[in-house]
């Protein structure tokens, strides 16, 4: 079975990295494809060097820009892409531009298309994401979904019977990656000049957030007055959102600094006292690492993490302030993403369909 992962953005590198493992242990054929969405080395080559990725076979170097431009480049490279490896499979990642090129190119091309993450839905139809997995969905062969919520909204879109349950392959990569590191404290809680389980993590990138000066003030503003420092890594688009708007990351409790590696992340936030983010992956990085977290956003598509107790929404500076100061959820064995062998039973499934 040859099949090509599409990837561009940090999330994606990820993914990939349990599926390049389960792949090469299968003995299938793997062609990556980096399409250049990311392109800062610690948004990007760190992720490859970090979690045994190999190099990709292709770059198409697309990089910034909007929508329409960034996802147009993407597609117009990747048909030549698949046209010369010709693969039983596309296998599309989550939920970003990267994902919507690489369904559109194949399903025009007729190349049987997959979607790992299928069914994730925010119902926000403002969200860049959303448009994204849905218009995936319904273009991909193969739905692979990663919760059972996720089965649900496969099948009252009507997808039923193209969506199958594999597990989520995040929680593959943080296992193997928490278990390797152990519960030694990094080196950047003594560099931050930190006491463990004394500061909060916090990123925030999403466009929602970043995009509007009002409500990326209000955000900052309110965790500038949290009790204890706020580690913020801060991501390129919000570095550059919150220069335009004149906004400062470093107040009050608050202190922006260049985003992490995948280990040093999950250690760095399993010592912290709690993470406030609007990242769809680092919710539910800390409800596997029984970290609590509160999420900057209307909604989620992990809700999971907030029926379980261990994640909750907050918009104002009010509601941020409470969640943070909120006494610890009740303890969980709950495994709704999984045990951490999702990426097997991907190549599993794909190696069964292939035609
Ligand atoms: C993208 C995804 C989002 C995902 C996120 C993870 C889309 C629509 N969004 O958001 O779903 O959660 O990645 O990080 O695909 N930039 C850099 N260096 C980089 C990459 C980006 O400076 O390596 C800056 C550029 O100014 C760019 C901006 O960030 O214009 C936005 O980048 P883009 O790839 O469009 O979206 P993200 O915000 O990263």
Same mark, same amino acid.
């Given at each position: 079975?040859?099949?090509?992962?599409?990837?561009?953005?940090?999330?994606? @590198?990820?993914? =990939?990295?349990?599926?390049a493992?389960a792949a090469a242990?299968?003995?299938a054929?793997h062609?990556?494809?980096?399409?250049?969405?990311?392109?800062?080395?610690?948004?990007?080559?760190?992720?490859?060097?970090?979690?045994?990725?190999?190099?990709?076979?292709? !770059?198409?170097?697309?990089?910034?820009?909007?929508?329409? *431009?960034?996802?147009?480049?993407?597609?117009?490279?990747?048909?030549?892409?698949?046209?010369?490896?010709?693969?039983?499979?596309?296998?599309?990642?989550?939920?970003?531009?990267?994902?919507?090129?690489?369904?559109?190119?194949?399903?025009?091309? !007729?190349?049987?298309?997959? !979607?790992?993450?299928?069914?994730? &839905?925010? @119902?926000?139809?403002?969200?860049?994401?959303?448009?994204?997995?849905?218009?995936?969905?319904?273009?991909?062969?193969?739905?692979?979904?990663?919760?059972?919520?996720?089965?649900? !909204?496969?099948?009252?879109?009507?997808?039923?019977?193209?969506?199958?349950?594999?597990?989520?392959?995040?929680?593959?990569?943080?296992?193997?990656?928490?278990?390797?590191?152990?519960?030694?404290?990094?080196?950047?809680?003594?560099?931050?000049?930190?006491?463990?389980?004394?500061?909060?993590?916090?990123?925030?990138?999403? *466009?929602?957030?970043?995009?509007?000066?009002?409500?990326?003030?209000?955000?900052?503003?309110?965790?500038?007055?949290?009790?204890?420092?706020?580690?913020?890594?801060?991501?390129?688009?919000?570095?550059?959102?919150?220069?335009?708007?004149?906004?400062?990351?470093?107040?009050?409790?608050? &202190?922006?600094?260049?985003?992490?590696?995948?280990?040093? =992340?999950?250690? @760095?936030?399993?010592?912290? &006292?709690?993470?406030?983010?609007?990242?769809?992956?680092?919710?539910?990085? *800390? @409800?596997?690492?029984?970290?609590?977290?509160?999420?900057?956003?209307?909604?989620?598509?992990?809700?999971?993490?907030?029926?379980?107790?261990?994640?909750?929404?907050?918009?104002?500076?009010?509601?941020?302030?409470? *969640?943070?100061?909120?006494?610890?959820?009740?303890?969980?064995?709950?495994?709704?993403?999984?045990?951490?062998?999702?990426?097997?039973?991907?190549i599993?499934?794909?190696?069964?369909?292939?035609?």
């Open positions: 079975m040859k099949f090509i992962s599409v990837v561009g953005a940090r999330p994606q @590198f990820v993914k =990939l990295a349990p599926i493992h242990k299968a003995g054929e062609i990556i494809v980096h399409t250049g969405q990311h392109y800062d080395p610690m948004l990007s080559d760190v992720f490859f060097e970090d979690l045994g990725i190999p190099a990709p076979n292709e !770059h198409l170097g697309v990089g910034s820009g909007g929508h329409g *431009a960034q996802t147009g480049a993407m597609l117009a490279a990747l048909d030549d892409v698949f046209l010369t490896y010709k693969p039983d499979w596309v296998l599309a990642y989550g939920d970003t531009n990267s994902t919507l090129a690489a369904a559109v190119s194949a399903v025009k091309l !007729h190349v049987p298309l997959a !979607h790992l993450e299928a069914g994730l &839905r925010s @119902f926000n139809r403002r969200m860049p994401e959303e448009h994204n997995r849905v218009l995936t969905d319904h273009a991909a062969d193969l739905c692979l979904a990663p919760t059972q919520v996720a089965m649900e !909204h496969l099948a009252d879109e009507g997808l039923a019977d193209r969506s199958i349950l594999v597990g989520d392959v995040m929680t593959d990569v943080l296992y193997t990656i928490r278990d390797s590191i152990g519960s030694a404290i990094p080196a950047v809680v003594a560099a931050e000049g930190l006491t463990p389980g004394e500061y909060f993590v916090s990123t925030l990138h999403r *466009a929602e957030t970043t995009d509007s000066a009002e409500k990326l003030g209000q955000v900052v503003a309110a965790l500038s007055t949290l009790p204890y420092p706020v580690i913020l890594l801060a991501h390129p688009r919000l570095v550059a959102k919150a220069k335009e708007a004149g906004i400062d990351l470093n107040v009050g409790s608050l &202190r922006a600094r260049d985003p992490l590696a995948y280990p040093d =992340l999950l250690a @760095f936030a399993m010592h912290s &006292r709690g993470i406030v983010t609007d990242s769809g992956g680092l919710q539910k990085e *800390a @409800f596997l690492l029984r970290v609590p977290c509160t999420t900057v956003r209307t909604e989620t598509e992990w809700v999971e993490t907030i029926d379980l107790g261990w994640n909750i929404l907050a918009n104002t500076a009010d509601e941020i302030l409470a *969640a943070v100061n909120r006494s610890a959820p009740s303890p969980t064995d709950a495994a709704p993403y999984g045990e951490g062998h999702a990426a097997e039973a991907v599993r499934v794909l190696t069964e369909h292939a035609r």
